[in-house]
């Protein structure tokens, strides 16, 4: 069992910055593939980005490519996301998610997901 607690949401400027975390627990962290999805006030939830559990590779949904980093420390069980530039667009709940495969962009095959946190861009 996987317990992931993101935090680092909050409202932001358009233009601003704004770091994600996510805080797993369990010993097995880098045998995980992790994402960031969002879902915006009145739309389906989205993929943002993966990493894989080396931090190896990496993965982007094409609206964010540029401007979002993902990035892992599995000495201290956390991933990130870094999100520059933001825009309004970019407003919603980010959810971290845990998977043993690798799967951008499909959320089917996600094991465990955290609660959220909200991001607002205000323009």
């Known amino acids: 069992q996987v317990q992931l607690v993101e935090s680092g949401g909050g409202l932001v400027q358009a233009g601003g910055s704004l770091r994600l975390s996510c805080a797993a627990s369990?010993?097995?962290?880098?045998?995980?593939?992790m994402y960031w999805f969002r879902r915006a006030p009145g739309k389906e939830r989205e993929s943002v980005a993966a990493?894989?559990?080396?931090?190896?590779?990496?993965s982007y949904t094409d609206s964010v490519k540029g401007r979002f980093t993902i990035s892992r420390d599995n000495a201290k069980n956390t991933v990130y996301l870094q999100m520059n530039s933001l825009k309004p667009e970019d407003t919603a709940v980010y959810y971290c998610?845990?998977?043993?495969?690798?799967?951008?962009?499909?959320?089917?095959?996600?094991?465990?997901w955290g609660s959220g946190t909200l991001v607002t861009v205000s323009s």
């Open positions: 369990g010993r097995t962290f880098s045998t995980y593939v």
């Open positions: 990493i894989t559990g080396s931090g190896g590779t990496t």
């Open positions: 998610a845990a998977s043993v495969k690798w799967h951008p962009g499909w959320a089917g095959g996600i094991d465990y």
